[in-house]
């Protein structure tokens, strides 16, 4: 079993910047890939960026001038951090964890956009 808790959503104004955690445990294998998605109202989940065991990224084109996706092993936690936040980055973001056989998620965490 494995437990994805997000946290450091909250209100922002625009133009601010935010670094979301993603605290993982229970049963992770040593290869894995870990990730950010993020839904906004009356949208689908979208994908942002990923980051996997190896520590290789990759992004999302719509967000990868403003968005850094980094681990710290030592924590097993995940981060995202965003800088230059607008509105329509409004949404729950979520992290989601991939490795054999079995994929998992958080409960997210909001983040809005709004002066």
């Known amino acids: 079993q494995v437990q994805l808790v997000e946290s450091g959503g909250g209100l922002v104004q625009p133009g601010g910047s935010l670094r979301l955690s993603c605290a993982a445990s229970?049963?992770?294998?040593?290869?894995?890939?870990m990730g950010w998605f993020r839904q906004a109202p009356g949208k689908q989940r979208e994908w942002i960026a990923t980051?996997?065991?190896?520590?290789?990224?990759n992004y999302a084109d719509s967000v990868k001038d403003r968005f850094t996706i980094s681990k710290d092993n030592n924590k097993n936690t995940v981060y995202l951090h965003i800088n230059s936040l607008k509105p329509e980055d409004t949404a729950v973001y979520y992290c989601?964890?991939?490795?054999?056989?079995?994929?998992?998620w958080g409960q997210g965490t909001q983040v809005t956009v709004s002066s």
């Open positions: 229970g049963s992770i294998l040593s290869i894995y890939t």
């Open positions: 980051i996997t065991s190896g520590g290789n990224k």
């Open positions: 989601n964890l991939q490795q054999t056989l079995s994929t998992h």
